[in-house]
């Protein structure tokens, strides 16, 4: 019997090219409910052990208020790898980014606490050294979202654009990007309330927002980051490039293959 985390989910012609066009996509029932089931409790549980937050919200910056961060948990948690290095998700990636094989970059659990903050328009590949745009992001919730927290907001045909600017997540890149993102009409588009299991995929270049979370729950959602197989790394040219450099491809220099220990194919189509 095939496992639920080696299992395939099929996409469609008109997803591939709808996720290629757009630069997002939502995907239903991408984990089924004895996935979540089984590891929702031991990530939750990781978050916890390993949060080392503990300023009230009203102490904390923008981007402290946006979320508790815990990376790499697969590497922290045994039990935490099988759902982060699945060949199911892995295989999703690999198919909507139209490649062979894919490499994972980094997970990471982010939970926005009741009434934490908004997560401002960014572009995650600005703190990315890779040297390619085939690059994504499943973001998958834990549990059930509901309509006023919803998913998160993209901008749609964004990420052919690529690099817009170098602002990390802040007030400023929140205002900024707003303003971009109105100068050149480009269309947002959230998809409101999810299951848990559901998830959406968005390219490394898609700007991207989140609500904040007026709710008295948790928003607990985990992320796993892919990239294309023989991507080489690229010079660092910011402090947040050189900072992920040495974090997430340790030991690998510019021009070199991105392909460290904490990077391991997980999906490819030669098996």
Known sequence: MISPVESTYSLS?????????????????????????????????????????????????TYGKAFIQITNLWKRNEAVRAFVLAKRFARIAAELMGVPSVRIYHDQALFKEPEGGHTPWHQDQIYWP???DKTITMWMPLVPISEEVGSMTFASESHKLGYINKLVISDESHRTLAEFIDSKGLKTKSYGGMNAGD????????????????????RKVMTIIYYADGTRVAEPDSY???????????????????????NPIVYSTNG
């Not at 947040?240 to 904490?262: C, F, H, I, M, Y």
Request: charged share 25%; with cysteine.
């Open 13 to 61: 012609r008109h997803q591939i090219e709808d996720y290629q066009q757009k630069g997002h996509i939502i995907l239903r029932d991408v984990a089924n409910s004895e996935l979540i089931s089984q590891f929702e409790p031991i990530i939750s549980d990781c978050v916890r052990e390993l949060n080392r937050q503990n300023k009230p919200l009203e102490e904390r910056d």
């Open 240 to 262: 947040a490039r050189k900072t992920d450099l040495r974090n997430w491809l340790p030991g690998v220099q510019p021009g070199e293959l991105a392909a460290s220990p904490l």
């Open 199 to 218: 998830a959406t995929f968005h390219a490394g270049w898609t700007l991207h927002s989140a609500p904040g979370n007026p709710t008295d729950h948790m």
């Open 130 to 132: 890779l040297d390619t």
